[in-house]
């Protein structure tokens, strides 16, 4: 649990990154916890929604995959597909894709890392909404420092979930590899949004996800 001043500096720090995502035409929110930020994202999924998701810790750290299979949604669960290929196809035309971020600078830039492309593909094309669910422990000073958390703390800790073998594996932190294991393919960086109304980012004052 937060200590009362790094809540308030987060809390603080979550509205400047909520106005930087409306100058880039994207929605921010606030949530003061997990329990809050369940709340805001349900309320954004229209019940008969088809959703889903690519990898998010932070997205399943909230509880809200069970929420959705709980409740009146057609939630894709690729886990339960024997076809991955088709279930990530299904993620193009889903009304609502749900990730988090690798980082995001304090004036609303986001930055993604993906191996198969399949999460960072969905985010810049393809579903109707996005919804992102982004921990406090994501936020960076600017875009360089966003870069080096993505290629620094979220690689690394993700080779290790997945069990790779890559440098970053070995030393905690980013070789610029070219392993057969890497999952540094792909980055995005989501800086502005020309469909208003598509991408929607829940801060949550808590430490969420790499």
């Given amino acids: 649990m937060l200590d009362k001043n790094t809540f308030k500096r987060n809390e603080l720090l979550a509205q400047k990154v909520i106005k930087g995502l409306k100058s880039r035409n994207m929605t921010g929110y606030y949530a003061a916890s997990k329990e809050e930020a369940l709340k805001l994202a349900l309320d954004l999924i229209p019940e008969g929604s088809s959703v889903t998701m690519g990898g998010g810790e932070s997205v399943h750290a ?25 279930a990530m196809l299904a993620a193009y035309d889903a009304d609502v894709f749900l990730s988090s971020a690798n980082a995001i600078t304090e004036d609303g830039i986001m930055v993604n890392i993906d ?13 109707k ?19 080096k958390r993505a290629r620094n703390v979220a690689a690394p800790i993700n080779v290790q979930r997945f069990g790779l073998n890559t440098p970053c594996a070995k030393t905690g932190s980013c070789a610029d590899c070219k392993s057969a294991d890497t999952i540094c393919c792909q980055f995005l ?16 004052n808590d430490a969420l996800g790499f």
């Fill in 62 to 86: 909230i509880g809200l995959p069970a929420a959705l299979k709980e409740g009146n949604y057609n939630f894709i669960d690729r886990d339960a597909y024997e076809d991955k290929r088709a």
């Fill in 115 to 127: 191996g198969n492309a399949n999460r960072v593909s969905a985010i810049a094309q393809g579903p």
């Fill in 129 to 147: 909404k996005v919804l992102f669910i982004v921990g406090m422990n994501k936020v960076c000073d600017d875009l360089d420092g966003a870069m």
């Fill in 189 to 204: 960086i989501t800086r502005y949004s020309r469909h208003e109304g598509r991408i929607h980012v829940i801060m949550v």
